[in-house]
């Protein structure tokens, strides 16, 4: 029976105190390692389709009579629209409908920040429409802009009240210890950048309204849109079967998809709105720019007895307070703790969730500082962390479902034993060194999520439930779970996904939280069709039931005879084998954790500044792994991206008037093949025995946590350089070595 | 009306003139397998082939085409790439993977066993935000002969010699 129960439930490091629908989850997990089809590497199901070019993408529909948007956008950090005539803009050849801010709350005359949509305009074609942008009569009062994040906090703009988090007596502790160092580290603005910019297709039929988009939450886009529409959700139909990407700026229904509706309302066709490249650098989501001013204090032994931290995020405009203080207080067995993070309400367009919000920035500050302090001490990075593991959750006491972070400090050891070796591989001006840094985030994933099984005369199944795989192969992942729990071949399971008409629930993919949400649905939900089976070749075949069991495509008799599936399944004829699953409960009164660590080998050139990241290895924990050919894929990416977050990508303003200058994909630097080391990726892969049917947890973000800390601090045993502030540009660079030799002279002259 | 060459059939098209080769591609012709994600020469994503040479089709006007032979991704659905690139996981969400094969396509028929730098001066025009990168320099070595046997690896565990669970039948 179901269980309604009061629970906490976390979202990327959001918690919120909601009723939740528990049902029972009574199958016991499989045994450890690799099995027929979990376990071991499998291709994408749905690869050769998307290699082809012939996946559904949302920038790929076209529905007859189709009208295209395009927005008119404020050029000004802040400015009031003083004059707006839209009339010869309507008169625009091809032009049927135009939007102002009367018309709809996404639409605004007061701009805040660079990029905010005042108008938009849908017409036959998207040229069109861009076309009549330009006969629209404007005219701005411009406003000063706040753009500084530490002047923000001054004034009281912030977006939040500041939020303070305390354990301990850190003032106490900090006068007792051997040693205390303090630095501050800057984090730049970050922009997702996927290759299917943000877009809707919006088309009414009758009463309801149909919505093909690119997402990472099909039921979320239903929800907020059957609101903005006063409409019943189911009335709201959302589509996505195949996306191009999201990164976490793709997790609501965003301002385009009201605009596309509230057009087709208006037009009676269907309209597509999709940001061009541009719009998607101005104003769709970025990783906030971050401050961070931290202390840390130890005994000479390396025990921490202090961590504080002073955090400001750059929100933008509007937007939430990612956990940058999470990783401090989270990742070490440190008693006495003192977070403040601040939420600064600036000019700038809001920020989105990214890959890890908060942790990304946080562990880059927390674990340069760590690595700080062990040069202080004089001891072992790698050590230092060891004698700081925190064995149970010093936050709120609660013990880890599971947690192999020493496990992976093992792995790691081979790597991190490299760095004699590498170090002496240093020639010339470049200069050689080895640096690490560790990891924890959530992933746990959580109820309610749901799945059903369709299994076919054929002897073939088909996973039914309206989640979407946004890249990461989930959709592959759970074919290979249920086709674990039948006993059949990968090549004998569908999985159809993304459509909230065409399946029940399933979770967000945010959070690392797919594989473990969706994944014990899926094995409940075949485990159902298995006891049908099973029931029906127990009574064709006069066997017990507790006898029959299925394997390789066929149900065996412990007591002799074994019958191909598709002969039982045959039975049913237009019948077919329908199984319902749910996800279970997380465990009670336990932390469910990932972790991992890395370690980069960089290469410096001290005459110019330039870096080069030559490998990186990586280990990480997240429970059992369900496909270690699309995970491996997952850690690479995550490195890959970590490496573009500390060498290359930044978002740039104009510091007078906020102006967006990296609109494009020449001047935002995103890495490209030839900016790849060598990556080595390794799991624990050990199932989680306290989390669910499966044991699994999420991967989509702990690996790009750790890794620009890690190169910084590869940095700093090449050179001797701190470096702060990312990206490590070549001026940063150069400025952190100049800054190295005067401390050096400054302590051989004193 | 144009006549366009594509994939080795003849397609007569009325674009407006300043359209792009994309657009025509994907508006007109239905070949929506060519992507377009920046729309100016920018990443990749809307590599063609004109006369067997890798063009970014998103910054060429259809009106320069001329005679020029286009392969779009829909010409090359059977290439050994194609398979490639699934069998070594080079596809995450798959918004770049088309342009990626494009490109391919062209280096392995100029340099049939191209070397590391080669690759990645080949692909450096192809972005891919997901960062298949180091599946797609195995998906090129396996068509290429370079490494065919290590296809799998990168599987995370120690033990290398765990079997694909491809489908038995």
């Known amino acids: 029976m179901a269980r309604l129960i009061r629970t906490e439930k976390e979202v990327e490091g959001r918690y919120s105190e909601q009723w939740i629908l528990v049902e029972e989850d009574p199958l016991e997990q499989w045994p450890a390692g690799p099995l027929d089809v979990v376990g071991r590497p499998a291709e994408r199901i749905d690869g050769i389709e998307r290699a082809r070019g012939q996946a559904p993408y949302t920038a790929d529909l076209r529905r007859p009579g189709m009208l295209h948007t395009a927005g008119l956008r404020s050029p000004y950090a802040g400015a009031r629209v003083s004059r707006l005539n839209l009339d010869p803009a309507r008169a625009a050849p091809g032009v049927r409908a135009v939007l102002e801010p009367d018309d709809t709350d996404v639409l605004t005359l007061d701009a805040c920040y660079p990029g905010q949509p005042v108008a938009a305009v849908a017409a036959d074609s998207f040229e069109q429409a861009r076309a009549a942008l330009a006969h629209i009569e404007i005219e701005w009062e411009v406003l000063e802009p706040l753009l500084d994040p530490d002047e923000a906090v001054r004034r009281g703009s912030l977006t939040q009240e500041a939020r303070r988090y305390a354990r301990g ?51 979320g886009v239903r929800d907020e849109l059957a609101e903005h529409f006063d409409l019943p959700p189911d009335r709201v139909r959302v589509v996505c079967e195949a996306m191009g990407g999201g990164f976490g700026a793709k997790n609501g229904a965003g301002d385009y998809s009201v605009l596309a509706a509230e057009l087709a309302r208006r037009t009676g066709r269907p309209v597509r709105c999709a940001l061009t490249r541009r719009e998607e650098n101005l104003a769709s989501g970025n990783r906030n720019a971050t401050i961070q001013r931290l202390t840390a204090g130890a005994r000479s032994d390396g025990t921490l007895v202090a961590l504080a931290g002073d955090f400001v995020n750059a929100v933008g405009w509007e937007g939430w307070l990612a956990s940058t203080a999470g990783p401090m207080q989270m990742l070490y067995a440190c008693e006495n703790v003192r977070t403040v993070e601040y939420g600064a309400k600036l000019n700038t367009a809001p920020m989105a969730a990214f890959r890890a919000p908060g942790f990304v920035e946080g562990t880059f500050g927390l674990e340069c500082l760590l690595d700080e302090l062990a040069a202080r001490l004089e001891l072992d990075p790698l050590e230092l962390r060891r004698r700081n593991h925190a064995d149970a959750d010093l936050v709120d006491g609660r013990p880890f479902s599971s947690k192999n972070l020493l496990e992976c400090y093992r792995r790691g050891e081979v790597h991190w034993a490299r760095r004699e070796a590498v170090r002496a591989r240093s020639e010339g001006p470049w200069r050689r060194g080895v640096g690490l840094a560790s990891q924890t985030w959530y992933g746990g994933g959580g109820p309610p999520s749901y799945a059903w099984i369709r299994l076919g005369s054929d002897g073939r199944a088909t996973v039914v439930t309206a989640m979407q795989d946004i890249g990461t192969g989930t959709r592959t992942a759970m074919a290979q779970i249920a086709a674990e729990e039948l006993g059949l071949p990968l090549e004998r399971v569908e999985v159809a996904l993304g459509d909230s008409a065409r399946g029940p629930f399933a979770s967000i993919s945010a959070g690392s939280s797919t594989t473990p949400s969706m994944g014990p649905a899926v094995r409940a939900a075949a485990a159902d069709v298995a006891r049908q089976l099973i029931e029906i070749a127990a009574q064709r075949y006069h066997r017990e039931e507790r006898v029959l069991s299925l394997q390789n495509g066929e149900i065996v008799s412990a007591d002799g005879g074994s019958w191909p599936l598709e002969k039982v399944a045959g039975l049913l004829g237009d019948g077919q084998g329908l199984g319902k699953g749910a996800r279970g409960p997380n465990p009670t009164g336990m932390r469910v954790l990932t972790f991992g660590v890395q370690v980069a080998e960089v290469a410096v050139d001290i005459e110019t500044g330039e870096v080069v990241v030559e490998r990186i290895a990586a280990v990480h924990d997240v429970g059992r792994v369900i496909n270690p050919l699309g995970a491996s894929s997952q850690v690479e990416g995550g490195i890959i991206q970590g490496i573009g977050h500390t060498l290359s990508e930044q978002r740039l303003l104009d510091p007078e008037s906020g102006a967006v200058l990296t609109q494009t994909l020449d001047a935002y630097k995103v890495p490209t093949i030839a900016d790849v080391p060598e990556i080595v990726t390794e799991f624990v892969d050990e199932p989680d025995a306290h989390l669910t049917n499966l044991g699994s947890k999420g991967l989509g973000e702990p690996p790009i946590i750790p890794t620009a800390a890690a190169i910084a601090n590869a940095i700093r045993d090449a050179t001797g350089a701190d470096v702060r502030s990312l990206p490590i540009t070549r001026a940063e660079m150069l400025r952190a070595l100049k800054e190295a030799r005067e401390q050096t002279y400054a302590h051989e002259a004193g | 009306m144009l006549e366009l060459r594509v994939n080795g059939g003849v397609y007569r098209a009325g674009p407006e003139v300043g359209r792009s080769l994309a657009e025509t591609l994907r508006e007109e012709l239905g070949l929506t397998g060519t992507k377009v994600a920046c729309g100016e020469g920018h990443c990749g994503a809307c590599t063609v082939l004109l006369d067997g040479v890798p063009t970014l089709s998103c910054i060429t006007l259809v009106h320069t085409v001329g005679e020029q032979e286009v392969t779009t991704i829909e010409g090359l659905r059977d290439h050994p790439l194609v398979h490639a690139f699934v069998r070594a996981d080079a596809v995450q969400c798959g918004f770049c993977t088309p342009g990626q094969i494009v490109s391919a396509s062209a280096l392995v028929e100029a340099s049939p066993s191209p070397s590391p730098a080669e690759v990645r001066h080949a692909m450096a025009g192809n972005l891919c935000r997901c960062g298949t990168y180091p599946k797609i320099e195995r998906a090129i070595a396996a068509v290429t002969g370079q490494e065919p046997e290590q296809l799998l690896r990168g599987t995370p565990r120690g033990d290398d010699g765990v079997p694909s669970a491809k489908p038995d039948a």
Do not use: F, M, P
Not at chain 1, 171 to 195: K, S
Not at chain 1, 203 to 217: C, F, H, M, N, P
């Open chain 1, 169 to 219: 007596d850190v003032e106490a502790a900090l006068a007792d210890a051997d040693v205390v160092v303090e630095a501050e580290y800057r984090t730049q603005t970050l922009l997702h950048n996927a290759l299917e910019t943000h877009q809707a297709v919006c088309e009414w039929r009758g009463e309801a309204l149909e919505v093909w988009i690119s997402t990472q939450y099909i039921w």
